[in-house]
């Protein structure tokens, strides 16, 4: 992908600032690590776990910083910063690299998971992850763990989402993915893709009539004041994924290699013991307090109206078919 002119005005932006801020001793290497979320989510508190347990373990030579927020941009930018080396690492969904490496398109794929069991056995499985995370080699970056997001539906101002039909004239954000843009076509709506950080302001304005995302995204982000249905159509379990700089990577020792290993775990297993209870508040929180209203649809006409994907994914890109089919056995247990 080029880099954007977007990113050269933030990587100049990004050097004055960090230069000002980096507060490292002259021995000290930063490690700059960007992402999207707020600093109550599962995302961050697992990122710090990680900054912690590098500084704890690594200090005298690497100085983690986590920059939260979209602090360094929005996932296309950050993920562009990572691939110069401008930062180390940032968390971006598996939707945004399916435009930097085609083999990330598999995780993207509407109901490729049968449950959330099935996607978890599988995304813990490196003979599936293991050929897709290093396909970027060559862009300048690799993956080294994920990160759960959920499961994705629809919600809307004010329609409620009961089946496909309901999309139709509906403008719904969706994230900058082929794969997305094209689900939304099969099922019917009108997509407009855009970053995660416009969207409140967008739904605010009528711009669009609604979204799709975890139920996350209605209370940390305020999508649930402005949207009153959520209906669980459950169309996809997008993990994020963290990227590292492949230089940054292969410039540390074998000792450091283990370390570094180590506390990628560390962000695995954290955001995912935070996931559990951080879905079960929003819940809780988007009844109560923002008093959006849960509908639970037959997912059977939504699957059906996207099953075309699969095929056609599968077609443009043969090498993804026995992963595709390493994860069908998961979906089968
Ligand atoms: C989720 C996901 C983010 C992503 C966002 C989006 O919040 O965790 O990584 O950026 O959805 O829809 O863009």
Redesign the pocket.
Known sequence: MRISKKVVYLFAVLTSVLFMTGCGTSHQRIVRIGH??STNHP?HIALIAFRDYINENLGDKYLVEVYPSELLGS?TDMVQLTQTGAIDYC???NAILETFGKNYEIFNLPYLFSSANSYHMAMDDSRITGPIFSSTEKAGFTAVTWLD?GTRNFYTVNKPIETPNDLKGLKIRV?QSPTNIEMMRLLGGSATPM??GEVYTALQANIIDGAE??E??LTDNGHGDVCKYYSYDMHQMVP?ILIGNNEFIHSLSPTEQEIFQKGYKLVNQIERQEWVKAVEAAKEKAVSQQHVQFIYPDQAPFVAACSPLHQSVLQNNPSLQPIYDAIQEYNKK
């Open positions: 999207n979320q995302t996932q968390i971006a969904s997001a994230q970053g995660f995302n975890n996350m995204a994020d």
